[in-house]
């Protein structure tokens, strides 16, 4: 019965917070800055921390959807499921102001630390995207019954600067599970000025020519810090 009663005023609360949208900002939830700690605890689990990227503290979130599928920390998926270039949307989780007040844009990166193989990643560090000018999204509660995410999705996907076009994941015959490696990066002086990143000679090794070269060479190249990063693992239906 209490449940109930709290779940309803809660409602309501939040309902008052949407009619006043996009003006007024909803306060964050409890517990983002637990989210934060679970991102950088998977990402150190799946080794991506210290391999791909030194250790950060998000304090971005970012979902990436396909029409199918979403990435979760650590999902696997099937090759076929996240061929399209996805939908993204990036959160800010620590500063509750920062969608109306910053102006700042992010970068979206995917790399692939196993090519061709996690055993063997002699290919590594393979370059699928890079995309820029992202700006942040405002966070919304799924239990509401209206949803602006549709149209703020497209609003979002529209002025994307893609740096490096998107190359879908493509993990060869027999070299098991990749890891898939979004990452989101913001710039170092906290620049709101458009960005003028390089981009990379190669998709291979980012480059670089050099075996583990890749998202961390570029982005201290560019003067971008990691801010959040998501992931999931693809692999081969033929793995024998
Ligand atoms: C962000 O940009 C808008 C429109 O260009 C401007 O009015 C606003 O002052 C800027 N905010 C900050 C914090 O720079
Ligand atoms: C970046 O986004 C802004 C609007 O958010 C747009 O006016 C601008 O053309 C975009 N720049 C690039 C290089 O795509
Ligand atoms: C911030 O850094 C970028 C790239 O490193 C540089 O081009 C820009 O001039 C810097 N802006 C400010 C305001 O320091």
Known sequence: MFLQIGFFLQLIHLLGAAIAL??????????????????????KKAEIIPTVIDDFLPSITISVSWSKKEAKLGNTLKTKH???????SIYDETSPDAFTNSNMTY???????????????????????IASNITLSQKMYSILPISFSTEQEKEIGKDIDEIMEWKPPGPPPKTGKHRYVFLVFAPKNGTTETLHLTKPKDRQHWGTGEERGGVRDWAEENELVPVGANFMYSQNKKQS
């Open 107 to 129: 970068v979206v990166t995917l790399t692939d630390p196993d090519a061709p193989s996690r055993e063997d990643p002699k290919w590594s560090e393979m370059c699928h995207w």
């Open 82 to 88: 996240v061929q399209d270039q996805p939908t993204i």
């Open 22 to 43: 996009p003006t007024e900002q909803i306060p964050l939830q409890d517990g983002s800055s637990k989210d934060v700690q679970i991102i950088r605890a998977e990402l």
